[in-house]
C-alpha cells in the first residue's frame, strides 16, 4: 500500500513483537457488532489516475486566471510573488507542527515573531496574535474578548451594519447561547446604508453603560473608507461609554490609510488573504488580530515572545499560555488550536518582499485602477455609482437590470466575472453591485467591461 | 549562530518586488485620510529567500523525520496533494463566482462528505469548520440547538467531559455557555461509568468522548457510557482527532455518537503548516444534521438532467446553527484531504491497522524502559512515563534529549492523569527501522540518565539554541520587533 512501507516478513516480525498473530487480533477492543464495518469508498487510484480525476475537476471551473474578474466583497485577487510558494514548499516549515518544542521550532516560532510585528506595523496597534483562522472568525473573537474585556457586565455590542454580511453571520453563531444582544446592523434603508457617516452617528447614539464594543469595518463592505479624524471622534465616545472600539480592516487599505491604531481602535481584526494567500475558493485564509498591551492577557490564540537560551542567545518561544486552552481548559480565553500558520508565512514572506514601497505601490494602483473603472462607469447610462464617499477598490454601481442577469451575461458572452449581487447580503441593495478592481485588472480588462456593461444596459424588450 | 529578523536586514530605499506602473489616469487621494509611515522592512528578494530559508533549516517536520507528537497524527503529507491544492482551476477560483463556474470545486466538496459519511458513519457531513476545536464548537452549538428545540436549551446546560479529554473540550463547551463537569477515568483507563451515572441526570446536555481516547487506548465502556447518556436525553459528542485509528475499523455514527469532527490535517494526511491550516468538517447523525453548519454541497435536482451529469449547489441544512466563517471552508485542504482518500478507498483500513501495528510495536519495545501506566493493547498512539527510577530525569529531559538522536519529541506532560506522561503516536507512514531507531534512542537515554544525567537534563546540545527560557519570555513581553530607538519593556516584578 502506497504509504505504508512495512514488507510482508517486517509485518509478522512486528506482530511477533508484540505477541498476537495477525492484525485483527489488535482490534479485539472494538465490540464485535461494529467491528470491520465494509467502507463503501471508490477503488483507490495510483498518483497517475489521482492527477487526470482532479485535473479533470480543476477543468471543470473557470478560474481567475482565465476570465477577467472583478468580485471582491471580502477575498481579493492580488499578485502574489513567485518567492512566496517557493519558500512555503520547504518541508520544514510545512510539515511541522505548532511550535511546542523551541529548539527545534525556531524557524516557525521567528517567522511568527515576524508576522506579529508585521501585523502590529500594518495596524499601528502594539500587540498581534500569531493568527486566527479567517477575518470573520477573528471578529467574533474579539467580540467575545470584548465582552470579557467589560467582565461580561455589558451585553450589547453594536455592529456596523455594512460589515461583510458573513461576518456579521459568524459573531450570530458564536454568541447565540450566550447571553448577548447585537444591535445596529439591520433595517437601514437604501438612502441610510449610503449615507455611512449618518449611520456612524445612529450607531453612536445607541452608545450606553450596556454596551460592551462598537465594531466599524474600515474600509467597509461598499469598500467605503470613513474619515480617520471623524473615528478619532467615535473613540473617543466609545471610550467615554466604558465600551471597546473594534475595527475591521483590509490590510492592503492600511498601506495608503490612516491605520487603526493611530485613531483609536482598541481591537483590530482582518482578513489576510490579500497578503500573498490565494483565492482557493474561500480558504484557507487568515485572520489578522492585533491590540493593546494592556489587553493582552485577554488576546485569544498563540503569541510569540522574544527570549534567551541557557547560553545566552536569541531566541524565540510561544508564551502567556496560562491564557490557553491546553493549560486553562474551561477557564481559557479560547478554544483555538491549530491557526492558520502557513498562511501568516505566507504574509510573512509577502510583506517582506513587497516591503513599504512594494505594498504602497499594491494599494495605489488598486486605488487608482477602481477609481478609474468607477468613473467610467459613472458615464454609462443606466448605471449609478456611489462615488460621494471615499472609497479603496471596491465601489456600489446600480445596475439597469438585476444583478444576476448581468452577471450571466459578462461571462457567457464577455469572459468576464462581473461584480458581487448586493442584493445577497441585503435585500434593500437589490440591483446593486459591487465591483472591485486590484493592481491584477489591466487598463484592458477594465476598458472591456465598461464596454461590455454599456452594451448589456438597461432590458431591451418592455 | 543566530538568524538575524527580517527588519534588521532593512536598508532605506531597497527594494524587493516592484510594481508596474498605472495604466490607468491617477485619482487623487482624499485629504486627511493617509497614512505618513509604513514601518515594513525595506529588503531585496534575495534577503528574503535567504533569510526564510535559513529559518526553515532551523525547524524539524515530518519531511525531514520521526515526529511521534501523540494526538497530532503527524503523518506523512504526500507531495501530490500539493500540486493538486496548485490547481490553477482550484487556486484561482473565487468564493462568489456563479455557481455555474465552479462545479468542479463543487463536485469535489460533495464527493468529500460523502467520503466522510461513509467513513464515520454519519447521515451528513458540513465541510464548514476551520478547524477541529471550531468543529467541536459546531458540533456543541448543534447539541444546544437540538435541545433548545425541544424546549429544554435552558435546562440542558451541563457537558461532560472526561479527564483524559483534549482541553480544547472544555473550552469548546464554555463557548457555547455550557458548564463543564469533569469525568474521571478508572483503572484500566476508560471512562468511571459510576462517576458517569452520577452525573446523568436531565440537566446533562451531553457527553464528549474522544475514542480511542488521549491514553490511545479503544474505551471499553463506551457502548455502556453512550447508553447512560443518552438515556438521560444527552446527546454523544466524538472527538474525532484519533480517528487514524479507526478507518474501516468501527464507525463512530453507528455506534451511537451523534456528532464528531474531523481532523483532515491529521487524519487525511494534509499538512500541519507549522500550526495550520486545518479543517475540522463535522459529521452528524440524522437527529442532529438540520443543525450542522452550512453552507454543504448538494445535488440540484431540479436543474439535474442526467442523474450521470449532477448539478452541484450549495444549500443550508433546515435548522442550522448558521456559519462558523466566511465562504465555504479551507477548500484548499479539501483538495488534499479528496486526493488522499482517493488514493485509497476502502484500503484506508489498512492505514489504521498499520497505524495501530506500529503503535503496539514500539510500546512493546518501550516496555520494560519506561513505566507504561495502562499497560493493554493500544491503538494508535499510547503513554508512557518519562521517569527513570533513580534519578531525577524528567519527560521533559527526554524530550529534549530525543532532539539530539534527531527525532522530534512526543507529546509531554498530556494527558494530564499521567504524571510525566510522553503521548507516542508513531503513525502508519513509519517503518519498521524507524521505529527501532527510535526506540534504541529511547533506550540509550534511559541508560545516559543513569550514567550521565547531566547530558540528559541539559539537553539539547546539537540544535539551533540550546533550552529557552520561557519564565523570562512571560515576564518581560517582547511580542514584537522593537527598532534600536524604542525602549525594551522592563521585566514585570513576580
Known amino acids: 500500500m502506497r504509504f505504508i512501507p512495512h514488507t510482508e516478513e517486517e509485518r509478522r516480525e512486528m506482530l511477533r513483537v508484540i505477541g498476537v498473530e495477525r492484525i485483527g487480533d489488535l482490534f479485539v477492543d472494538v465490540p464485535e457488532a461494529y467491528r470491520f464495518p465494509p467502507l463503501n469508498l471508490p477503488e483507490p487510484l495510483t ?44 518541508g520544514e516549515f510545512y510539515t511541522a507542527y505548532t511550535p511546542y518544542q523551541p529548539e527545534v521550532s525556531q524557524g516557525t516560532l521567528q517567522a511568527m515573531f515576524e508576522f506579529q510585528s508585521m501585523i502590529c506595523a500594518l495596524t499601528g496597534m502594539e500587540v498581534a496574535n500569531a493568527s486566527h483562522y479567517d477575518g470573520s472568525s477573528a471578529l467574533a473573537e474579539a467580540v467575545l474578548m470584548a465582552l470579557r474585556l467589560t467582565r461580561g457586565e455589558r451585553p450589547k455590542v453594536l455592529l456596523f451594519p455594512t460589515i461583510h454580511p458573513e461576518y456579521r453571520a459568524v459573531v450570530h453563531t458564536y454568541v447565540q447561547h450566550l447571553d448577548v444582544r447585537l444591535e445596529g446592523e439591520s433595517g437601514w434603508t437604501l438612502d441610510q446604508l449610503r449615507r455611512p457617516l449618518l449611520l456612524l452617528e445612529e450607531l453612536e447614539a445607541r452608545l450606553d453603560a450596556e454596551t ?83 489587553f493582552v492577557r485577554q488576546l485569544p490564540g498563540r503569541i510569540v515572545g522574544e527570549t534567551v537560551d541557557l547560553e545566552g542567545r536569541r531566541g524565540y518561544v510561544l508564551t502567556l499560555s496560562t491564557r490557553e486552552q491546553h493549560i486553562r481548559r474551561e477557564k481559557a480565553t479560547s478554544n483555538i488550536t491549530t491557526n492558520v500558520g502557513l498562511m501568516a508565512l505566507a504574509a510573512t514572506i509577502y510583506l517582506s518582499v513587497m516591503g513599504k514601497h512594494g505594498l504602497r505601490q499594491v494599494a495605489s494602483l488598486c486605488y487608482h485602477k477602481a477609481h478609474y473603472l468607477a468613473e467610467r462607469i459613472a458615464s454609462l447610462p443606466g448605471y449609478e455609482v456611489w462615488r460621494e464617499h471615499p472609497f479603496f477598490h471596491e465601489f456600489v454601481v446600480r445596475t439597469p437590470r438585476p444583478v444576476a442577469e448581468i452577471n450571466r451575461i459578462l461571462y457567457e458572452d464577455y469572459q468576464i466575472l462581473g461584480g458581487y449581487d448586493l442584493g445577497q447580503a441585503d435585500p434593500a441593495l437589490a440591483g446593486h453591485m459591487l465591483l472591485c478592481a486590484t493592481e491584477m485588472n489591466t487598463r484592458e480588462e477594465v476598458d472591456a467591461l465598461v464596454e461590455a456593461l454599456g452594451e448589456i444596459g438597461p432590458a431591451r424588450e418592455g | 549562530m543566530p538568524e538575524p529578523l527580517i527588519f534588521e536586514y532593512s536598508v532605506p530605499g531597497r527594494r524587493g518586488v516592484e510594481m508596474p506602473e498605472p495604466d490607468v489616469p491617477e485619482a487623487p487621494f482624499p485629504e486627511g485620510f493617509l497614512r505618513e509611515d509604513l514601518p515594513l522592512p525595506e529588503v531585496s528578494e534575495v534577503d528574503v529567500v535567504r533569510h526564510f530559508l535559513r529559518l526553515s533549516q532551523m525547524n524539524y517536520g515530518v519531511d525531514k523525520g520521526f515526529y511521534p507528537l501523540g494526538s497530532c497524527t503527524m503523518k506523512y503529507n504526500p507531495k501530490i496533494n500539493e500540486e493538486m491544492a496548485r490547481l490553477p482551476g482550484f487556486a484561482q477560483l473565487h468564493p462568489y463566482q456563479d455557481l455555474e463556474t465552479v462545479q468542479g470545486a ?112 479503544f474505551d471499553e465502556n463506551l ?106 471552508g479551507h477548500f484548499g485542504v479539501f483538495v488534499r484531504a479528496y486526493t488522499y482518500i482517493r488514493m485509497h478507498g476502502p484500503r484506508l483500513r489498512e492505514v489504521s491497522e498499520a497505524a495501530v501495528l506500529n503503535a503496539n510495536y514500539l510500546l512493546a519495545r518501550l516496555r520494560g524502559i519506561y513505566p507504561v501506566p495502562y499497560d493493554r493493547l493500544c491503538k494508535h498512539e499510547f503513554v508512557i512515563m518519562g521517569r527513570v527510577p533513580g534519578t531525577s530525569v524528567r ?83 517582547i511580542l514584537r520587533y522593537l527598532p534600536a530607538s524604542e525602549p525594551r519593556p522592563a521585566p514585570a516584578q513576580v
Open chain 1, 212 to 294: 460592551a464594543a462598537l465594531v466599524i469595518p474600515y474600509p467597509d463592505f461598499l469598500g467605503r473608507v470613513l474619515p480617520p479624524s471623524r473615528l478619532r471622534e467615535t473613540a473617543d465616545r466609545v471610550h467615554q461609554a466604558g465600551a471597546l472600539l473594534i475595527a475591521v480592516v483590509n490590510p492592503i487599505a492600511l498601506a495608503l490609510f490612516e491605520p487603526p491604531g493611530n485613531w483609536g481602535a482598541d481591537i483590530v481584526v482582518g482578513e489576510g488573504q490579500p497578503l500573498g494567500i490565494p483565492l482557493s475558493f474561500g480558504g484557507p485564509y487568515l485572520g489578522i488580530m492585533a491590540t493593546r498591551m494592556a
Open chain 1, 47 to 90: 498518483e497517475l489516475e489521482v492527477r487526470w480525476e482532479l485535473e479533470a475537476l480543476a477543468e471543470a471551473n473557470i478560474h481567475t486566471g482565465q476570465y477577467a474578474c472583478f468580485l471582491g466583497a471580502g477575498a481579493y485577487r492580488h499578485f502574489i510573488p513567485a518567492v512566496i510558494d517557493e519558500l512555503l514548499r520547504r
Open chain 2, 395 to 477: 519527560a521533559l529531559d527526554i524530550s529534549k534529549r530525543l532532539m539530539d538522536y534527531g527525532f522530534h519529541p512526543p507529546t509531554n506532560y498530556f494527558p494530564l492523569i499521567v504524571p510525566e506522561a510522553l503521548m507516542i503516536e508513531p503513525t502508519e507512514t513509519e517503518s519498521k527501522a524507524t521505529l527501532d531507531a527510535f526506540a534504541e534512542a529511547m533506550r540509550r537515554i534511559a541508560e545516559e540518565a543513569r550514567s550521565d544525567p547531566q547530558r540528559v537534563q541539559q539537553a539539547p546540545h546539537t540544535t539551533p539554541v540550546r533550552r529557552l527560557d520561557e519564565a523570562r519570555a512571560a515576564r518581560q513581553l
Open chain 2, 223 to 328: 457502548m455502556e457510557a453512550i447508553e447512560l447518556v443518552h438515556r438521560c436525553g444527552g446527546l454523544i459528542y466524538g472527538d474525532g482527532a484519533n480517528m487514524n485509528a479507526l478507518m474501516g475499523i468501527c464507525k463512530p455514527g453507528e455506534m451511537g455518537f451523534d456528532v464528531m469532527h474531523y481532523n483532515l490535517h491529521k487524519t487525511f494526511s494534509t499538512p500541519h503548516g507549522g500550526g495550520g491550516p486545518g479543517a475540522g468538517p463535522v459529521g452528524a447523525s440524522e437527529r442532529l444534521a438540520p443543525y450542522l453548519p452550512g453552507p454543504i454541497v448538494a445535488i440540484d435536482r431540479e436543474r439535474t438532467v442526467r442523474p450521470d451529469e449532477p448539478v452541484y449547489t450549495l444549500v443550508w441544512p433546515e435548522r442550522s446553527i448558521g456559519r462558523v466563517r466566511a465562504f465555504h
Open chain 2, 106 to 217: 463543487l463536485a469535489l466538496m460533495y464527493h468529500l462528505q460523502e467520503f466522510l459519511k461513509e467513513i464515520g458513519g454519519f447521515a451528513a457531513v458540513s465541510l464548514q469548520p476551520a478547524a477541529g476545536s471550531q468543529g467541536e464548537l459546531a458540533g456543541i452549538l448543534m447539541i444546544r440547538a437540538y435541545h433548545r428545540d425541544r424546549g429544554e436549551g435552558k435546562k440542558r446546560i451541563k457537558m461532560l467531559i472526561p479527564d483524559s479529554a483534549h482541553g480544547t473540550n472544555p473550552a469548546s463547551s464554555a463557548m457555547a455557555g455550557l458548564r463543564v463537569v469533569n469525568i474521571p477515568s478508572d483503572r484500566r483507563g476508560n471512562i468511571d461509568l459510576d462517576a458517569l451515572r452520577r452525573e446523568c441526570d436531565e440537566t446533562v446536555a451531553g457527553l464528549m468522548i474522544t475514542n480511542p481516547n488521549t491514553l490511545g487506548l
